[in-house]
């Protein structure tokens, strides 16, 4: 028996939790200063606690929560479907709900990405697709094409074979050992324009080193993976939709795939439904993950075109996919997924986010005036900017804790503080996101 039980009361949920709890992307130890908060209840972007204090969920909690805690519509659709199948599993049985939101995804690549393989969370997609590359190429005669091509800064999970293809050091290190590394070319974040030189000359930049790897290594490359338009868990790095388009030339010149990672900017997040179509191109394989289910329920999907799909096709068992999870298209997380879209086509949201991120752009304006404020920048529903404080060690944690003083629920990544709500928000909300957001600044100075 843990001896950290002992004494302590029935409603301290925190202490509880420290307790029995092994908490995500923590050292736990700090927690002996830093806040833990335990929520007894959500609505709309609003979290609430134990102790009666609200926190407005600015992050949509780790990037899923689309429509906000609670939703109704969403609480209904999963409520009919509990009484009818909670589980079955997805060889040799399908399901109503697994068949029309892949039917529903797919017509929203114009059938370009026709076909679904489902999974739990992001990274298990991840893995998926670089397995489905790798396959598809020994499937076609060219086993020696084995390799794989991140980007410096991308994120793509935490699981081995997605650690292999992600480039942030703090997740990394000390799993070095265990990873089988992709290569690493530069990354096209727009931060890194030299002294009057622009974006386009970032991306050009960019995309040279990308051929010149393409050039010596293709013919032992499967994929290139990244994060179409913002690379969100190095700290929001944003880049201009034409590196996809000329991406999408060298994949095709070097015959390579690309795997655009849409965990976190797909579903609207960036202000199309996938962000690639901004750059009106479509991958060999998107991963979509977090926001599909509005942040109710594990689900990520991986979907891919009839070219890879007909590879595995073949009398020959090997020859087929054979990977699968115990909750490979749950029920009840593809009809959160179908109460999502549904919402999407009634309130027209890609349209009404429009607006939506018009009143981000005049909060962030405000915040930027700050003269701690480096690179304010956006894409849609994604807000971010760097501060330069006097002490770097710890300011996310500081930034954290003073947040949650006013109401707010921020995650600051290193020195990066972003925005990233639930798309719910009303223009006065942003406006006092804003708001506090400055006084968290303030507060930090
Ligand atoms: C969150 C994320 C993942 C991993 O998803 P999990 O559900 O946390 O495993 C992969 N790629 C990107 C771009 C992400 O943001």
Redesign the pocket.
Known sequence: MNPLRQQISDSDWVARSLASVWHPCTQMQHHEMLPLKAISHGQGAWLMDHRGQRYLDAVSS??VNLFGHANPRINAALKDQLDRLEHAMLAGFTHEPVVALSERLSALTGHHLGHCFYAS??????EIALKMSFHYWRNAGHAEKQEFVCLEGS?????VG?LGVTDVPLFTEAYGGMCRRAHVVMSPDARQAADGETGTEVVARAIAAMRNLLERRATRIAAVIV?PLV???VGMAMHDADYLRQLRSLCDEYKVHFIA?????GCGRTGSFFACEQADVWPDLV?L??GISGGYL?L?LVMTTDAIYQAFYHRELTRGFLHSHSYTGNPLACRAALATLDIFDEDQVIDANFQRSQWLADALEKVAAHPLVRYPRQRGMIAAFDVQPRVKEGFAQRCFAAALEQELLLRPIGTTIYWMPPYVLTEGEIADLGERTSRVLEALA
């Open positions: 780790w990037w969370d992001g990274a298990s997609a991840v994120y793509h999970g935490e699981t997605a994060e690379q969100c868990a990672d849409e965990i976190a900017v991963c993950s977090k594990p990520s």
